[in-house]
């Protein structure tokens, strides 16, 4: 973009006299135009195109997102990958092992315990998305008005926060699961929602306290914008990375979570298909068929590692001070 | 008058106790007027501003007494949505630090555009093409293709000119420009001045122009007004204060700037530092760090003495410091 030089020519030459001052200048007043790393490309670069730009390169992402769309995959079409029927078991063939057509072998009830692992992955997938949206959407809302608004809804809040995080999980999801009916992927994401908040909360609180003392949230009231437009249009855009971080992160874990009260009983039930329930039924018989238990399980690995994985690549690609 | 400050008072609870930023300020602009409000960091003026805009963070910040007219109407006694409406319409701010004052996840023209979206009801598509109407205006080249463009992508005197864009959107009556070239580096700075005077004129908006650069001031003010600790301590035609002022403190202040024909002498310092707000000195607020000092200054308040007409100064000596 061509600025107009001459008054830094001007300057240089009649201030130091030396021309190497003058191609200073002119070099500098060139540089400023083009922002660093922009190479040539003058295309018009927000935060989220910044970070996009970095995500496809970064290694993590790609592995991490290819086993997240399988996983989205076989949740969605199971049948595309396993022709047989996860609740089809055959008592005769209980614990058996691996054999042509059963590659995973058979658990304890006789059911194909291949079939029943690509089956599990849409309970898990489920919980996982249903509950990081339930969670993100709460908790920054709350959080957020809070740190705008701040006075007593902010303390309110804050102390709401607290009670929660003195919830033991474990114990919270056996109460609350045994209270609340059902055998569906519905009270388990409740659940999840319902401890979860207060971690998003806190995290949108702060950081919508941090953007409201930008001078451009000022600016823009001076040139009067009301508390709706600061909040949606010059606060929230630049509060909501550190969010989406969390909220990636936190989705394997409620994945994990999910498979620990299937385990414990409580959370999923036959016949839902899940990778908690049957690593609860495998456990018992870990020494005689391991294969058993080691399917499911792994599978769970993978998937929580998948998307913890995909978080610290988001946090990475939206977090300029770790660049 | 267009806008006029009355005894104005702003102060601010802290844990240590209150800290008077403002204490009774006084000032007038007029349509087409260029006022210069200068002073050390902390002597006020920025928060004088912040006041007459309504940006005030309230609390801390309270203002026990005083009147700020504009157009007629005391702004302190309207509703914040009546002020709302006033902010960025009748009146704009231009801040110091341009890419800090512009939201960096926003184009240059979403934010542009915002102000005709915000007061005029205006399109999402016609209001970009006011912004590329206004950078042009501001001498951005390439208007058309940089509307899309990030701050960051600017240079720092572009995303000044982008600010004073924004600022002028809605033609206002008045302009606060708080240092609006502290960030820039000199020669920037002289072309962002001069545009600046060069769209005041045009639109015959009044100009409270925040400083403390004595040289960006002399082109452009039409009158100063020097604060200190929160008073205003002397206000003067700007001609008449570069060639005799009538305060210690204005003295020392132009004294301290560098000039040619000074070579290889010491440059002058005002000693001292300027007073904690928490604890203002009695008496005249500048007695400890003046030359000139007497018992007076150390008990009674020097009120604002008329030295001359539109010109007045704060100082139990002025006619000692006009002669001196």
Known sequence: MPEPTSPKDDLAVSGAGAGGAMDLAVAEGTSLEQPPGSGKSDKARSLWSDAWHDLRRNPVFIVSGLIIAFLVFISLWPSAIASGDPLACDLAKAQQGSQPGHPFGFNGQGCDVYTRTVYGARASVTVGVCATLGVALLGSLLGGLAGFFGGWFDSLLSRITDVFFAIPVVLGGLVFLSVVPGTTVWPVIAFIVLL?????????????????????????????????????????????????????????????????????????????????????????????????????????AITVLAFIMLGDAVRDALDPKLR | M????????VEFKTRDGVAKAVNGVNYSVDEGETL????????????????????????????????IFFQGKDLLKL?????????????????????????????????????????????????????????????????????????????????????????????????????????????????????????????????????????????????????????????????????????????????????????????????????????????????????????????????LFDVAEGRQSACHFWKETLDA
């Open chain 2, 36 to 67: 210069a409000v200068l002073g050390e960091s902390g002597s006020g003026k920025s928060v004088t501003a912040q006041a007459v805009m309504g940006i005030l963070d309230m609390p801390p910040g309270r203002i026990p007494q005083g009147e």
């Open chain 1, 196 to 300: 979860g908040w207060p971690q998003i909360a806190r995290i949108a609180r702060g950081s919508v306290i941090t953007a409201k003392q930008n001078d451009y949230v000022q600016a823009a009231r001076a040139l009067g914008a009301g508390n709706s437009r600061m909040l949606l249009r010059h606060i929230s855009p630049n509060a909501i990375a550190p969010v989406i971080v969390v909220a990636t992160i936190a989705l394997g874990t409620y994945i994990a979570l999910e498979a620990t009260l299937s385990y414990l009983g409580v959370g999923l039930r036959p016949p839902t298909v899940s990778w908690g329930i049957d690593i609860s039924s495998a456990s018992a018989y870990v020494r005689n068929a391991p294969h058993m238990l080691l399917w499911p399980a792994g599978a769970l």
């Open chain 2, 79 to 303: 509703k914040e949505d009546q002020r709302r409406k006033i902010r960025g319409a009748e009146m704009a701010m231009i801040f110091q630090d341009a890419l800090s004052s512009l939201n960096p996840v926003l184009s240059v023209g979403e934010q542009l555009g915002e102000m005709f979206v915000v007061h005029r009801g205006m399109s999402k598509k016609d209001s970009r093409a006011k912004a590329v109407e206004l950078m042009d205006r501001v001498r951005i080249p390439a208007a058309k293709e940089r509307v899309g463009q990030y701050p960051h992508q600017f240079s720092g005197g572009m995303r000044q000119r982008i600010m004073i864009a924004m600022a002028l959107a809605l033609e206002p009556k008045l302009i606060i420009a708080d240092e609006p070239t502290t960030a820039l580096d000199v020669t920037v700075q002289a072309q962002v001045m001069d545009l600046l005077a060069e769209l005041q004129r045009e639109l015959n908006m009044g100009l409270i122009l925040i400083t403390h650069d004595l040289g960006v001031v002399a082109d452009v003010a039409d009158k100063i007004a020097v604060m200190y600790a929160g008073r205003i301590v002397e206000t003067a035609p700007v001609k008449e204060i570069y060639a005799n002022p009538a305060h210690p403190y204005t003295k020392g202040l132009l004294e301290s700037i560098p000039r040619l024909d000074q070579k290889g002498q010491e440059l002058y310092a005002i000693k001292g530092l300027p007073p904690n707000l928490l604890n203002i000195p009695p008496g005249c607020a500048f007695n400890p760090r003046c030359p000139m000092a007497q018992d007076i200054c150390r008990s009674k308040v020097p009120p």
């Open chain 2, 2 to 9: 267009l806008l006029e400050v009355r005894d104005l008072h």
